[in-house]
Each structure stands twice: as structure tokens, then as C-alpha cells.
């Protein structure tokens, strides 16, 4: 999957720790929309957190609805390989990619100060 475009949209708490959400636009055809999250790295870069697919849409979520699952993490479908370990070059490159989408270093270097 690639990025075509992303966004910092706001900041979040994330396992007790602020976390920038990134909106982004991904040409997989199942996941063309997910939330990126990203927190400081020890090494004065961002650490991709989590990503979750968002299912969620005013139609049917307006009310408690138990149909489906509006916010489903899928960090370890993404970047699984065959044999069931992190693909931590495949993560690595799509950190990258939405890291340079747009201002989203700049917007993270900003709100996650």
C-alpha cells in the first residue's frame, strides 16, 4: 500500500502519552482511508503507533450501534508477513511516506511539542 495523501488532524492520548492522529489516503482498495498515530521517538523522530481503519459514518453511528466496529486497529494485519512477524521494513517505509505527505512533520513538530 502506498500513501497518496495525509493529514494531522488533532492530538490525542494514547497509552497515557500525546499522539498526533493522521488521516490518511492509501490506494488499498479495502483500506483507502485509515488514522495513523504517532508519538516522539527516542530518537528525535516519530514512532508510528498504531493504525486503525475507521468504519465509522453519521448514517448509522449516529446512535450506539452494534452492527459493526466503527475504529478497528489493524497495525498487525498491515505489516504481518507469511510468517506471522512484523514486516518492520514495510512499516518503516509507510511511516516514511505519510512523514512526508504534505506538512505532516511539520504539523506533528508543532502539536506534539
Same mark, same amino acid.
Given at each position: 500500500?502506498?500513501?497518496?495523501?495525509?493529514? $494531522?488532524?488533532?492530538?490525542?492520548?494514547?497509552?497515557?502519552?500525546?499522539?498526533?492522529?493522521?488521516?490518511?489516503?492509501?490506494?488499498?482498495? /479495502?483500506?483507502?482511508? $485509515?488514522?495513523?498515530?504517532?508519538?516522539?521517538?527516542?530518537?528525535?523522530?516519530?514512532?508510528?503507533?498504531?493504525?486503525?481503519?475507521?468504519?465509522?459514518?453519521?448514517?448509522?453511528?449516529?446512535?450506539?450501534?452494534?452492527?459493526?466496529?466503527?475504529?478497528?486497529?489493524?497495525?498487525? /494485519?498491515?505489516?504481518?508477513?507469511?510468517?506471522?512477524?512484523?514486516?518492520?521494513?514495510?512499516?518503516?517505509?509507510?511511516?516514511?511516506? $505519510?512523514?512526508?505527505?504534505?506538512?505532516?512533520?511539520?504539523?506533528?513538530?508543532?502539536?506534539?511539542?
Amino acid at each position: 500500500m502506498n500513501v497518496i495523501e495525509a493529514h $494531522v488532524s488533532r492530538v490525542v492520548d494514547k497509552e497515557g502519552r500525546p499522539s498526533g492522529e493522521v488521516k490518511v489516503q492509501t490506494d488499498d482498495p /479495502q483500506c483507502e482511508q $485509515v488514522l495513523a498515530y504517532f508519538q516522539h521517538s527516542e530518537d528525535r523522530d516519530y514512532d508510528l503507533v498504531s493504525i486503525v481503519r475507521s468504519d465509522a459514518d453519521l448514517l448509522t453511528d449516529w446512535f450506539d450501534n452494534s452492527m459493526h466496529t466503527a475504529y478497528e486497529d489493524i497495525t498487525m /494485519q498491515w505489516f504481518e508477513n507469511e510468517s506471522l512477524k512484523t514486516d518492520w521494513g514495510r512499516r518503516e517505509t509507510f511511516k516514511q511516506q $505519510v512523514l512526508e505527505s504534505g506538512q505532516v512533520r511539520e504539523d506533528l513538530k508543532r502539536l506534539l511539542r
